[in-house]
Protein backbone atom coordinates (compact mmCIF):
# COMPACT_ATOMS: atom_id res chain seq x y z
CA UNK A 1 0.00 0.00 0.00
CA UNK A 2 1.42 3.42 -0.73
CA UNK A 3 2.37 5.68 1.80
CA UNK A 4 -0.17 8.63 1.61
CA UNK A 5 0.77 12.71 1.73
CA UNK A 6 0.23 14.17 5.09
CA UNK A 7 -2.75 16.18 3.91
CA UNK A 8 -4.42 13.50 2.28
CA UNK A 9 -4.95 11.09 5.61
CA UNK A 10 -7.07 11.76 8.37
CA UNK A 11 -6.46 10.15 11.64
CA UNK A 12 -8.76 8.19 14.18
CA UNK A 13 -8.25 7.29 17.66
CA UNK A 14 -9.93 3.63 18.21
CA UNK A 15 -10.72 2.20 21.64
CA UNK A 16 -11.00 -1.58 22.46
CA UNK A 17 -11.58 -4.15 24.14
CA UNK A 18 -8.88 -7.05 24.74
CA UNK A 19 -11.31 -9.37 23.12
CA UNK A 20 -11.86 -6.88 20.01
CA UNK A 21 -8.10 -6.46 20.05
CA UNK A 22 -7.37 -10.21 19.77
CA UNK A 23 -9.63 -10.61 17.54
CA UNK A 24 -8.28 -7.40 14.95
CA UNK A 25 -4.50 -9.18 15.32
CA UNK A 26 -5.95 -12.74 14.19
CA UNK A 27 -7.49 -10.62 11.10
CA UNK A 28 -4.57 -9.20 10.55
CA UNK A 29 -2.65 -12.86 10.58
CA UNK A 30 -5.53 -14.31 8.27
CA UNK A 31 -5.29 -11.59 5.54
CA UNK A 32 -1.80 -10.80 6.22
CA UNK A 33 -1.90 -7.18 6.45
CA UNK A 34 1.31 -5.32 7.56
CA UNK A 35 -0.25 -2.89 9.92
CA UNK A 36 -3.77 -2.38 11.51
CA UNK A 37 -4.26 0.51 8.89
CA UNK A 38 -4.35 -2.52 6.43
CA UNK A 39 -6.75 -4.36 8.61
CA UNK A 40 -9.17 -1.17 9.32
CA UNK A 41 -9.03 -0.57 5.54
CA UNK A 42 -10.17 -4.44 4.92
CA UNK A 43 -13.40 -3.92 7.56
CA UNK A 44 -14.09 -0.10 5.77
CA UNK A 45 -13.85 -2.05 1.90
CA UNK A 46 -15.72 -5.23 2.85
CA UNK A 47 -18.43 -4.00 5.18
CA UNK A 48 -19.34 -1.10 2.15
CA UNK A 49 -19.76 -3.90 -0.01
CA UNK A 50 -21.62 -5.99 1.21
CA UNK A 51 -23.49 -3.41 2.07
CA UNK A 52 -23.68 -2.10 -1.90
CA UNK A 53 -24.62 -6.08 -2.62
CA UNK A 54 -27.39 -6.08 -0.17
CA UNK A 55 -28.78 -2.85 -2.01
CA UNK A 56 -28.47 -4.21 -5.14
CA UNK A 57 -30.21 -7.45 -3.81
CA UNK A 58 -32.95 -5.40 -2.00
CA UNK A 59 -33.62 -3.54 -5.47
CA UNK A 60 -33.75 -7.08 -7.08
CA UNK A 61 -36.33 -8.67 -5.11
CA UNK A 62 -38.41 -5.38 -5.46
CA UNK A 63 -38.21 -5.52 -9.26
CA UNK A 64 -39.09 -9.22 -8.93
CA UNK A 65 -42.28 -8.02 -6.47
CA UNK A 66 -43.30 -5.67 -9.02
CA UNK A 67 -43.11 -7.27 -11.90
CA UNK A 68 -44.74 -10.06 -10.61
CA UNK A 69 -47.49 -7.92 -9.17
CA UNK A 70 -47.82 -6.84 -12.82
CA UNK A 71 -48.51 -9.88 -13.86
CA UNK A 72 -50.81 -10.45 -11.40
CA UNK A 73 -52.94 -7.44 -12.31
CA UNK A 74 -52.55 -8.38 -15.97
CA UNK A 75 -54.33 -11.55 -15.39
CA UNK A 76 -57.17 -9.99 -13.42
CA UNK A 77 -57.63 -7.26 -15.84
CA UNK A 78 -57.81 -10.71 -18.32
CA UNK A 79 -60.16 -11.90 -16.35
CA UNK A 80 -62.00 -8.94 -15.95
CA UNK A 81 -62.50 -7.95 -19.44
CA UNK A 82 -63.20 -12.05 -19.86
CA UNK A 83 -66.52 -11.49 -17.75
CA UNK A 84 -67.91 -7.96 -19.66
CA UNK A 85 -67.24 -10.06 -22.72
CA UNK A 86 -69.77 -12.74 -21.63
CA UNK A 87 -72.19 -10.29 -20.04
CA UNK A 88 -72.06 -8.18 -23.01
CA UNK A 89 -72.94 -11.19 -25.25
CA UNK A 90 -75.54 -12.36 -23.17
CA UNK A 91 -77.43 -9.04 -23.01
CA UNK A 92 -77.00 -9.02 -26.88
CA UNK A 93 -78.94 -12.07 -27.02
CA UNK A 94 -81.63 -11.53 -24.26
CA UNK A 95 -82.48 -8.18 -26.00
CA UNK A 96 -82.74 -9.82 -29.46
CA UNK A 97 -83.72 -13.16 -28.96
CA UNK A 98 -86.82 -12.54 -26.40
CA UNK A 99 -89.74 -11.56 -27.04
CA UNK A 100 -91.32 -8.88 -25.77
CA UNK A 101 -94.01 -9.33 -22.90
CA UNK A 102 -97.68 -7.82 -23.76
CA UNK A 103 -98.52 -4.72 -20.90
CA UNK A 104 -101.05 -7.20 -19.59
CA UNK A 105 -98.63 -9.62 -18.09
CA UNK A 106 -95.50 -7.38 -17.34
CA UNK A 107 -96.31 -7.28 -13.13
CA UNK A 108 -96.25 -10.88 -13.37
CA UNK A 109 -93.66 -10.96 -15.46
CA UNK A 110 -91.62 -9.04 -12.93
CA UNK A 111 -92.69 -10.97 -10.18
CA UNK A 112 -91.25 -14.44 -11.58
CA UNK A 113 -88.06 -12.25 -12.75
CA UNK A 114 -87.37 -11.26 -9.84
CA UNK A 115 -87.81 -14.85 -8.69
CA UNK A 116 -85.70 -16.18 -11.35
CA UNK A 117 -82.55 -14.09 -10.63
CA UNK A 118 -82.72 -14.39 -6.74
CA UNK A 119 -82.31 -18.20 -7.97
CA UNK A 120 -80.19 -17.35 -10.07
CA UNK A 121 -77.72 -15.18 -7.48
CA UNK A 122 -77.91 -18.11 -5.38
CA UNK A 123 -76.80 -20.92 -7.63
CA UNK A 124 -74.05 -18.55 -8.97
CA UNK A 125 -72.81 -17.93 -5.29
CA UNK A 126 -72.74 -21.47 -4.04
CA UNK A 127 -71.29 -22.34 -7.23
CA UNK A 128 -68.36 -19.85 -7.22
CA UNK A 129 -67.60 -21.19 -3.10
CA UNK A 130 -68.07 -24.80 -4.50
CA UNK A 131 -64.96 -23.84 -6.89
CA UNK A 132 -63.19 -21.54 -4.65
CA UNK A 133 -63.15 -24.27 -2.15
CA UNK A 134 -61.79 -27.23 -4.74
CA UNK A 135 -59.08 -24.78 -5.86
CA UNK A 136 -60.64 -23.88 -9.15
CA UNK A 137 -59.27 -20.62 -9.29
CA UNK A 138 -55.72 -21.35 -8.74
CA UNK A 139 -53.46 -20.16 -11.53
CA UNK A 140 -52.72 -23.65 -12.91
CA UNK A 141 -56.89 -23.91 -12.92
CA UNK A 142 -57.29 -21.52 -15.06
CA UNK A 143 -54.58 -21.82 -17.40
CA UNK A 144 -52.29 -19.14 -16.03
CA UNK A 145 -48.49 -20.15 -15.81
CA UNK A 146 -46.63 -19.38 -12.89
CA UNK A 147 -43.16 -18.29 -14.22
CA UNK A 148 -40.38 -19.16 -11.56
CA UNK A 149 -38.83 -16.34 -9.60
CA UNK A 150 -35.63 -15.40 -10.83
CA UNK A 151 -33.08 -12.99 -9.51
CA UNK A 152 -31.93 -10.46 -12.05
Known sequence: MPKRKRHESVRYSVRLSQIQSERLAALREQIHARSDNEV??????????????????VYALFGNLADSL????????????????????FIKYALT????????????????????????????????????ESDAYSPAELGIEEEP????
Not at 75 to 84: A, G, P, R, Y
Open 97 to 132: ALPEVPTSLIAGARTRATKIYEQVNITAAREFQRRR
Open 40 to 57: FDYLVTVGTNQRDDLEQL
Open 149 to 152: ATLS
Open 70 to 89: ARRFQSLETVSQLHLALTDT
